[in-house]
């Protein structure tokens, strides 16, 4: 099989076709479509009045309020260009859990290819990072279908290993993307809140706009094993002795108190935030995920 063919099989192809012509609809006269920025900017499409505050550009004071008011308001704008999406995909060591299909990282790849497909499809430049203790592969941003080639390559070419932090990877894209962009982040999250929260401050203080992916495998969902077992983490973790009737009840409580902290940190922030799980057929997964993004 093609690497190719791989990440985005004919059929698979041809649900992403009809997912880009109704991006078309959607927002007539950009091709940003279903990933319409709420980056701020300065463009055709009115959004709201604020306060003025130190450092804005003083050519985009409504000099009608000031007059009428005596109080300095500036107007701000819907940025209606196409988007420079650049995908932070996560390549540590949790991430190569699951077999066949199911494996997390393998998911994770075809989510990045479909999206960076449909995206570059409606001439966005897209650009792709992958990730675990600090970046290890960057290709910038750029349109065409030659960068649909580069992207491919890359994931073929990535392996999933050692520990992730990414708090220092988004420092990292901070410091190296100063244009404000899109960014995708591909992840199973399993960090820290702290340290989630950190990396997700960093680039919204970037005033990038920030959509979050959760990849997870059903297993880590429902945690279904029973009876003794010694468990090995993805990331250099020592292995553990446990009885799977007593971890399970522990294990879901605190997975459940983590997902729950994500999405209110996520929503607090303005960011998205949304879970693939990977024994759900793609497509349907990224239809649902599109659909809802186009409604918020």
């Not at 791989?6 to 649900?15: I, K, N, Q, S, T």
């Not at 209606?80 to 299909?101: I, P």
């Not at 809140?193 to 920030?210: N, P």
């Amino acid at each position: 099989m093609s690497a190719v063919n791989r990440y985005l099989d004919p059929a698979l192809v041809e649900r992403l076709n009809h997912l880009s012509l109704t991006a078309r609809r959607v927002v007539e006269g950009t091709a940003a479509g279903l990933y319409r920025s709420r980056l701020k900017g300065a463009s055709i499409e009115f959004r709201q009045h604020r306060a003025y505050a130190r450092g804005d550009e003083i050519r985009r004071l409504d000099w009608r309020i000031l007059a009428r008011t005596d109080r300095p308001f500036v107007k701000e704008y819907d940025e209606e260009v196409n988007l420079r999406c650049l995908m932070l995909l996560d390549s540590s060591g949790s991430m190569d859990f699951g077999d066949g299909s199911l494996n997390k990282f393998d998911y994770a790849c075809r989510l990045t290819a479909s999206l960076a497909y449909l995206m570059l499809g409606q001439s966005e430049a897209v650009g792709l990072t992958t990730m675990g203790q600090k970046i290890r592969q960057w290709i910038p941003p750029h349109v065409g279908t030659r960068q649909m080639s580069q992207l491919i390559d890359a994931m073929e070419h990535e392996e999933p290993r050692d520990k992730s932090s990414l708090a220092d990877c988004a420092k990292e894209m901070a410091e190296r993307v100063r244009r404000r962009s899109f960014m995708l982040i591909i992840s199973d999250f399993f960090e820290p809140i702290d340290a989630i929260r950190t990396a997700l401050s960093r680039l919204w203080y970037s005033r990038h706009e920030v959509v979050c992916l959760r990849i997870l495998h059903p297993q880590e969902l429902e945690f279904p094993f029973t009876g003794w077992m010694r468990l090995r983490g993805k990331e250099n973790d020592r292995p553990r002795l446990i009885e799977s009737a007593v971890a399970r009840e522990r294990y879901q409580a605190n997975f459940r108190e983590h997902s729950t902290q994500m999405q209110r940190m996520c929503a607090s922030i303005g960011m998205t935030f949304y879970e693939f799980v990977t024994d759900r057929p793609l497509a349907d997964e990224l239809t649902r995920f599109l659909r809802a993004r186009s409604l918020s």
